[in-house]
């Protein structure tokens, strides 16, 4: 065990995974024979640069990494299609990051469009002082046990890619400017800022994700666990005063976490809306028929599908919810009727 000392840190390139961590909580270096858990931070020199040229900031900023940069970031499994299939391994050998927003792990598989992962070398976990690792669950939110905000909308998709965030970004245009505060978490998926500062930027007033529930990534975490963190992540934005809540889901309807959330009677009776995101006509018609026969009240598919009049054209003749555009969906008219839907269901005690 070694003392990290402040220079040092200062030098260091953290991720924004890390970003709730005080730095003055980092106090020593780890190393030798150790197993890693999810969460735990690691500082590792950057060996080979692959396919994450950047590493995002806690700021949001995308620093470029150079062979010989040391970073700090944090361990976790992966599940992204369009990228990384990756573990924590069982040891602190040489492993890769794995995504930009600073997540550890060795790569089991990725698209082949990817040159390969960026190799690093963990020159120890980072330590609190007393001998055990920093985790991120020893940041995290406390649990909530009080009222969650009045109305509360999820947004599904189809896979990465699908426009879930663009969507639920909308929605929260669309809330926002029928006079309503707010708030805006992503529930599942793998830590990055990118989609949190686009919640913000149009107008979420306050925005939260998995990892302030103490979750680097959700892939692999216990449902029952993930339901709970969604809860504590709902009501946090119902304790800082928003009474509507827009929580995206990561990932598509067959990714394991997500069709657990989907299929979650606990999890669906929080909702007053579901709406649906999708690249194509035949998976909107699809998403979005599954989640109407789980039970969930789809108030409209939208997704890069809006950006092809002809996808359109498919899809509203197939599909039972009405298809938005994104000036739909930033409508404060329609937003409007959204939340006085909701309303009367609760009134009724639905």
């Known amino acids: ?25 980092m106090i020593t270096l780890l190393s030798g024979p ?20 950047r590493i995002e900031l806690p700021n949001g900023r995308r620093a470029l990494l150079s062979e010989g940069d ?28 794995v995504a930009a927003g600073g997540i550890a792990a060795r790569a089991a598989s990725w698209h082949d469009r990817l040159s390969g ?38 947004v599904f998709g189809t896979s990465m890619n699908a426009g879930k965030t663009t969507t639920a970004a909308a929605l929260v245009k669309g809330f926002s400017e029928a006079g309503c505060r707010v708030g805006a978490a992503k529930v599942t998926g ?12 149009f107008g979420a007033a306050e925005v939260l ?26 009501g946090a934005l119902g304790a800082r005063g928003c009474g509507v809540a827009v929580i995206e889901i990561a990932d598509g309807l067959y990714q394991d976490e997500t069709a657990a959330l989907a299929a ?24 979005s028929r599954h989640l109407a026969e789980l039970g969930h009240e789809v108030l409209g598919i939208s997704g890069s599908l809006t950006r092809s009049p002809l996808s359109m054209r498919e899809a509203v003749a197939a599909a039972q919810a009405p298809v938005l555009t994104l000036p739909d969906l930033i409508n404060p008219a329609i937003a409007a009727k959204w939340l006085a839907g909701s309303n009367a269901l609760l009134a009724a005690g639905e």
């Open 70 to 97: 040391e970073i700090i970031l944090a361990y976790g499994d992966r599940y992204a299609p369009d990228q990384y299939e990756a573990y924590v391994p069982e040891d602190i050998d040489a492993c890769h990051m």
């Open 264 to 287: 979650s009677t606990d999890f669906r009776s929080l909702l007053s809306g579901t709406f649906f995101a999708a690249g194509d006509a035949m998976g909107a018609v699809a998403g």
């Open 190 to 201: 793998t830590g990055a800022g990118g989609d949190l500062w686009m919640m913000r930027d």
């Open 117 to 154: 992962p960026t190799e690093i070398e963990p020159l120890g976990l980072v330590g609190d002082g007393t001998g055990q690792p920093v985790n991120l669950m020893d940041f995290a939110l406390p649990a909530f046990n009080g009222p969650m905000p009045v109305c509360i909308f999820a």
């Open 34 to 53: 150790r197993r890693p858990r999810s969460g735990d931070l690691v500082l590792a020199r950057v060996e080979t640069v692959g396919s994450h040229k």
């Open 1 to 25: 065990m070694e003392i990290l000392d402040h220079s040092r840190l200062l030098k260091t390139k953290r991720a924004f995974s890390t970003r709730r961590v005080p730095e003055d909580r």
């Open 209 to 234: 994700d998995f990892t302030d529930a103490g979750y680097p990534t959700t892939f692999g975490t216990d449902h029952q666990a993930l339901l709970t963190a969604s809860r504590n992540l709902i």
